[in-house]
């Protein structure tokens, strides 16, 4: 399409629709040996709406079976025509090893989200310190991306940590950011260098003493993590040991989906009854089941024999969203709704309980 065509239908056209949006791959990069980036636009042309820092999860048919896998943008949405995940192809990742195997440009799959509390706009600050371990990287370039787009005077300081240098993550676009922005500073920490290649950099594991180095005023800065879990495991024992206050400390993890105590959202004091039982109705697939109230709406959709698409199944997704209808529920999510969708409604299946007669529009 035309730059015109696009800007025109830009003018006309409305944000994604975040509960059910089909999309089309347009490029796939191959950005290091096992880590490719799957560019996307909308089928309709309309544009994306997300914060820097938050993930998506993609619907996707394998095998004859319908699956879900939740990846975090590393697109900005100053860029708001297209999106990109970018993802690693590991032994275990069943969705991730198939993406890097069949995704191809033209194919379509359907996203929900975006969703996640890991964003700087939680956390506004002066000063930065974004560290990264591996594809961890994500949602850091997403900020990054943000800021650098934004035209913000932001005092970065990013530090990039991977096995050997070759898995460095966009080492060009990076440095090209670092060279114009006086305040952006960029660091790599490599555990060893490639066999047949040299590398000069700080080599080996992130510890206090390589912080110290690379970036003497850590204590005065809002830290964002994402990385493998022992990554993250030794950047908080570095913290917390240098008496680092911990609610600067923001780490993305899809296993442990509360960052800190202030991020988690205000739950009420509802105990729930295990003998009472509760009439969930289904309104647009005229479905009807009677669960425990210590079950989930979620659990409710699978006796009805419908199936509400999901992921996480622990509130951190927004995957399981869908519209209630009437009735009461006690929802206890991690970060995968937010406000405004509660407001007009909405739940998250996988983690809302029913309290007394519940209508869903699913
Ligand atoms: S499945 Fe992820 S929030 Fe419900």
Not at 110 to 120: D, E, R, S, V, W
Not at 226 to 231: H, V
Not at 276 to 297: G, M
Not at 345 to 354: H, V
Request: proline residues 4%.
């Amino acid at each position: 399409m035309s730059v015109v065509k696009t800007i025109s239908a830009l003018n006309q056209s409305k944000p994604w629709d975040s509960h059910n949006q089909k999309l089309i791959c347009s490029m796939v990069l191959q950005d290091s040996h096992d880590v490719k980036t799957f560019c996307f636009q909308t089928t309709d042309q309309a544009w994306f709406l997300y914060l820097p820092g938050q993930f998506i999860t993609l619907e996707l048919e394998i095998d004859g079976k319908v699956v879900h896998g939740t990846y975090t943008i590393s697109s900005s949405p100053s860029r708001p025509l297209s999106i990109t995940i970018t993802v690693k192809a590991t032994k275990d990742g069943y969705v991730s090893k198939w993406l890097h195997e069949n995704m191809k440009e033209g194919m379509e799959v359907k996203a929900y989200g975006p969703a996640g509390i890991f964003t700087l706009h939680n956390h506004l600050a002066d000063k930065y310190l974004f560290l990264a371990g591996g594809v961890g990287i994500t949602p850091l370039m997403s900020m990054t991306r943000w800021l650098f787009d934004y035209g913000m005077h932001t005092d970065v300081s990013f530090i990039q940590s991977c096995q050997t240098p070759s898995d460095l993550l966009f080492k060009r676009e990076l440095e090209g950011m670092s060279a114009r922005v006086s305040d952006f500073k960029l660091s790599y920490i490599c555990e060893r260098p490639d066999e047949y290649g040299a590398w000069t950099g700080y080599t080996g594991r992130l510890n206090q003493l390589m912080l110290e180095l690379i970036c003497p005023d850590y204590m005065e800065r809002e830290i964002f993590c994402c990385g493998p879990e022992p990554y993250m495991q030794a950047v908080r024992d570095i913290l917390n040991s240098a008496g680092y206050d911990m609610d600067r400390y923001h780490e993305e993890s899809f296993s442990a989906p509360v960052a800190s105590e202030e991020e988690a959202p205000e739950h009420d004091d509802v105990i729930i009854d295990e003998s009472n039982k509760a009439t969930v109705s289904f309104i647009k697939s005229d479905k009807e089941v009677k669960i425990q109230e210590s079950e989930t709406i979620l659990a409710a959709a699978k006796e009805a024999g419908l199936h509400i698409p999901n992921a996480c199944q622990f509130g951190v997704c927004g995957t399981c969203k869908v519209k209630k209808v009437s009735g009461d529920v006690h929802m206890v999510h991690n970060g995968g709704i937010n406000d405004a969708d509660i407001e007009a409604g909405y739940i998250l299946a996988c983690c809302s309980n029913p309290l007394g007669p519940v209508e869903v529009e699913f």
